[in-house]
C-alpha cells in the first residue's frame, strides 16, 4: 500500500489533482484500475491519502529535526535543509505538493482544508 501511495504522490505532486488521470495512477502505480478501486474508495479517496502521507512525512521530519537541534537555529537551519531536500531538491521542479494543493483544492474542498487544520500538532488522517 505504501508503494502505491508513494507512487501516487509523485503523480500527483508532477501534474496536480485535477490534471492526474486514472491512466496516469495506473501507470504510476503499475496497478489495474480495479487494483486502485479495490485499494481506494475513488481518484479523491486515493489523493487524501497520498497527501496525508506526504504531510505525516514532512511532520515527521519537521519534528526530529527541530527536536533533535542543539540551538533553535540549528532547528531552522535543519528544517529548511529538510524542506529543500523535499520540495526543490527534485528531478522535476515541482514546489511543495501541500503548497499546490492548498491552493489547487483548499478553497473549495473541506476534505483538504481539514488536512490543513492548524490547531492539530500533526496532520489529521484527512
Not at 481506494?40 to 502521507?53: E, G, I, Y
Amino acid at each position: 500500500m505504501d508503494e502505491a501511495l508513494d507512487a501516487a504522490i509523485g503523480m500527483f505532486w508532477t501534474k496536480g489533482y485535477k490534471a492526474t488521470s486514472m491512466a496516469d495512477l495506473m501507470e504510476a502505480t503499475g496497478l489495474h484500475k480495479g487494483s486502485i478501486y479495490k485499494a481506494f474508495d475513488d481518484k479523491h479517496d486515493l489523493f487524501v491519502k497520498s497527501l496525508t502521507r506526504y504531510l505525516q512525512e514532512g511532520y515527521r521530519q519537521t519534528h526530529a529535526a527541530l527536536s533533535n537541534a542543539d540551538t533553535p537555529l540549528d532547528g531552522l537551519r535543519a528544517w529548511l535543509h529538510i524542506f529543500a531536500l523535499m520540495c526543490c531538491d527534485q528531478p522535476v521542479q515541482r514546489g511543495c505538493l501541500a503548497m499546490n494543493t492548498a491552493v489547487e483544492l483548499g478553497p473549495h474542498d473541506p476534505e483538504i482544508r481539514r488536512c490543513y487544520n492548524a490547531t492539530t500538532p500533526a496532520p489529521p488522517d484527512c
